[in-house]
């Protein structure tokens, strides 16, 4: 008896561990022409200047609507991407996008496209932006890269030469999700980034105790005195709102302002909140003496 249960349940195991492979070799066939069905989107992401309220930048995040199997998280077929070579053709497309829907926002709001390590390793992202900024004519500074501290881990040497290159064309630079995996605090010093932003498990933790508040008050200090600004990801509390902003954090982004939407709808969102502004502080040169 205990023979034949042992047996059944192995049977069981084998049976969703072959459900598991048979979606990730799905997901891995269809994604190549997923693109070209037009099944790849961005959506975007607000992020909001915690002193005055504006809409600073947007977050590009890509989206998979599978045609039979419905929306596919970007956690899921990102890493598949990844391993089959696809994130290339992905990231070329999410950069294209991201630079053609920028136009339609405000001058002062950036756009932010995920980078993946194999994109920085593969060779073909300096011609990737250049041509995505050449064929839109999206000044420079109006897009940002980011990419997560694994690009680090190996050898940084190349990694840093290709970032450089990057800074070279005029684009901002973030390191992502700073805290997660193997962090490191030399991370925020061996290149010169114009954005960190910490992890959002650390904003959880400030509902729950102190250290997400300490570890955010410790990459501030570092982060200001190499120049970065410094953006707290996954806001979603007045609460947490209120904390962050009494640490001196720069930009928030988070379910708290607003989740990723399609390009329509973040353009409605910065009209609404810009709309809400106070008026502008007139410049300090102007000011009576
Ligand atoms: P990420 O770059 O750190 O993006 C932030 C993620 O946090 C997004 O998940 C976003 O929807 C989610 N998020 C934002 N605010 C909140 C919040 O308040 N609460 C919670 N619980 N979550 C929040 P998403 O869109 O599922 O993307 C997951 C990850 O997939 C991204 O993390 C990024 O690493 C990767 N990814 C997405 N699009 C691309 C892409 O085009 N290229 C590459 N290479 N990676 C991408
Ligand atoms: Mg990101
Ligand atoms: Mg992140
Ligand atoms: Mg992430």
Known sequence: EAKARKKGSVSVYDQSLREMVERRLTLENDLRDAIGKGEITPHYQIQVDL????????EALARWHHAQLGPI?????IPIAEASGQIVDIGKHMIACACKDALRLPPNVQV???LSVIQIMQGEIMETTADALMATRLPPDRLKLEVT???????????IAVLSELRYLGVSLALDDFGTGYS?????????WDEIKIDRAFVNDLDTDSIGLSVIEAVLVLAKKTGAKVV????ETHKQLELLQGTGCDIGQGYFFGKPVPIDMACAQIREINKALPGQPLPARRKDK
């Open 149 to 159: 501290e694994s690009v680090m881990m190996a050898d940084p040497k190349q990694p």
């Open 73 to 77: 998280p970007p956690d899921e077929f």
């Open 112 to 114: 932010a496209v995920n």
């Open 51 to 58: 002193v005055t309220g504006a809409v600073v930048g947007v």
């Open 184 to 192: 490191s605090l030399s991370y925020l010093t061996t290149f010169h």
């Open 232 to 235: 707290v990801e996954g806001v």
